[in-house]
């Protein structure tokens, strides 16, 4: 049985992630359950939670979020049950373009289900901390940058997620040109730290200042080849990549924007 996730169900529920995730679960649910974009579900098995899996819909454009099945559970087919009804949820609320970050254990699962891949992620972390001065072009966001941080976002994703930009915007930076244009944004508490960029100087600066920190992750996919060699020269850990895939309508994106995240759970 597939149910909606309830307050009393979160507890506990940090048992299902993989753990080379390195996600707080239970901390995201807490965070975002009551947001109006989010729906989350649990599959129950005899009276236990076995799995999980959440969308972000917002417009006509959805994320497959999160679909976790116990270990003790698995190979029974509950993660393709999941997702089934995942993509009939979405389906019935009339979304024309489904996204997914894919592991490679649920590449094939997705498949099954009409998925087709786009791309791929590559993942980095940074183990040490570095010395990072600011350069004059970037400085803390101001409420007067909104909007042109809520146009980048549109133009590197091709949605509108001004919903989750306002949610993160608080202790942003932006790095802007003499004519103080904004040409790329750094959010830290955006998922692991969205950073988007038009401008791949800019782009890097900002990668500079996220991993200027040891324990910062980096995910970007690898059409932004000047992020992918920026992060491979400066020696981070590198680890999986991971499968962009998509059902039903195409929309436009511009992933050489995209330096860190910009996508998975907060699509």
Not at 65 to 76: E, S
Not at 139 to 153: A, G, I
């Amino acid at each position: 049985m597939i149910r909606a996730l309830q307050q009393s169900d979160i507890n506990g529920l940090n048992r299902l992630p993989p753990i080379d995730w390195d996600f707080d679960y239970e901390a995201f649910l807490k965070d975002f359950l009551n947001e109006d974009f989010l729906f989350a579900f649990v599959l129950v098995n005899e009276e236990k939670i076995v799995g999980t899996g959440n969308v972000f819909l917002k417009g006509k454009i959805g994320w497959l979020a999160n679909i976790m099945v116990d270990p003790n559970y698995r190979g029974r087919g509950f993660g393709s049950e999941i997702t089934q009804f995942l993509i009939d949820f979405l389906k019935a609320k009339k979304c024309e373009t489904q996204l997914l970050i894919a592991t490679k254990l649920g590449e094939g699962i997705y498949e099954k289900h009409g998925f087709r891949k786009m791309t791929e992620y590559h993942c980095f972390d940074s183990v040490v901390d570095t010395d990072y001065d600011f350069p004059a072009p970037i400085r803390v966001l101001e409420k007067s940058d909104l909007e042109s941080v809520c146009k980048l976002d549109n133009a590197a994703n091709g949605e509108d997620r001004a919903h989750l930009i306002n949610k993160y915007y608080g202790n942003g930076f932006g790095y802007f040109n003499n004519d103080n244009e904004l040409l790329g944004f750094y959010l830290p508490d955006f998922v692991r730290g969205l950073v988007l960029a038009r401008d791949p100087q800019a782009g890097i600066k900002l990668l500079k200042l996220k991993h200027s920190k040891k324990g910062k992750r980096t995910m970007l996919p690898m059409e932004n080849q000047e992020g992918v060699n920026w992060l491979e020269k400066q020696g981070l850990q590198k680890g999986e990549s991971y499968p962009r895939m998509i059902l039903g309508k195409e929309n436009n994106w511009n992933p050489e924007y995209i330096y860190s995240y910009g996508s998975g759970f907060c699509g």
